[in-house]
């Protein structure tokens, strides 16, 4: 009972429209899989694997949310929403994590044995996130929505990407669960076109002022369509130039 109470408060607590604890267990899906989970995990470990595994049948059913029994699942869990969720039969979550819907903690096929994610305690797995192998993420992490995490996560530390990318945050702990990550391609883009700018203004060659940045990575649709028109214009005066410089010198 003591899981079920910590369930209970880590919903109230991560979910901003639950109003009381009555109505998360009377009407949340993720809190009603995490509890006949841990009724399921007690006959799994019972040698009643059967009942077990009827009871995570209709969990599945109810919820749209598989988990197998043997997964081992501390207190303090909160599955949002939860609808696709897949949770292998060796996985194993800590404490306070949050878990968004159309996760899989699942296996590649390949390993025996430990063959699922193991999330340490105070970790987010955003919407749609694929957590797969033997792996480790490491306590306060992130996982961003839509990542394919298939390394081992450092604790503090955010993941976006497919295939997922580790973005460091100098090992300060990460408390809030917003899900403001990081672009990790768009900040090397603009890191690229910083440097391009500052090459082209040392050879006095004229920059697009226009490029990626990252305070701007996205103009309005009329100022870059603006900026073409002009880039184009300026190109074929000097294209009508060159051409007028060569009819004068074979004339």
């Known amino acids: 009972m003591g899981k079920i109470k910590m369930d209970l408060q880590a919903a109230l607590e991560k979910d901003p429209a639950a109003r009381n604890k009555w109505e998360i267990f009377f009407t949340y899906g993720g809190f009603k ?32 949310i598989d988990i197998h029994p043997a997964a081992k ?8 929403h939860g609808v696709g969720v897949v949770i292998g039969e060796t996985v194993e979550i800590g404490t ?3 878990i968004y819907q ?10 025996t044995g430990k063959r699922h994610p193991t999330i340490q305690d105070n970790v987010m797995i955003s919407a749609g996130a694929k957590v797969l192998g033997p792996i480790v993420v490491g306590h306060n992490s992130k ?13 503090n530390s955010t993941v976006v990407g497919v295939p997922g990318r580790v973005v460091k945050y100098n090992d300060v702990r990460v ?36 490029s990626i940045t990252q305070e701007n990575a996205v103009d309005e649709d009329s100022q870059r369509q ?12 000097i294209i009508d130039e060159n051409k007028e410089n060569m009819a004068r010198k074979n004339n």
Not at 102 to 111: I, Q
Not at 143 to 155: E, H
Not at 226 to 237: P, Q, R, T
Request: net charge neutral.
């Open 143 to 155: 996982i961003g929505a839509g990542s394919v995490v298939l390394k081992d996560v450092p604790p």
């Open 175 to 210: 408390d809030d669960i917003d899900q403001k990550l990081p672009d990790p391609i768009l900040e090397e883009f603009a890191r690229l076109n910083r440097r391009i700018e500052a090459l082209e203004r040392q050879l006095e060659v004229k920059s697009c002022k226009y």
């Open 102 to 111: 159309g996760v899989t903690l699942g296996g590649t096929g390949k390993d």
């Open 96 to 98: 306070n994590v949050l």
């Open 226 to 237: 603006n900026a073409i028109e002009n880039e184009i214009a300026e190109l074929e005066h």
């Open 33 to 64: 899989a995490l509890y006949r989970h841990r009724f399921a995990h007690w006959f799994y470990n019972h040698g009643m694997k059967y009942f077990a595994k009827l009871i995570a049948g209709g969990t599945r059913r109810k919820t749209g």
């Open 73 to 80: 699942i501390a207190g303090g869990v909160f599955i949002d």
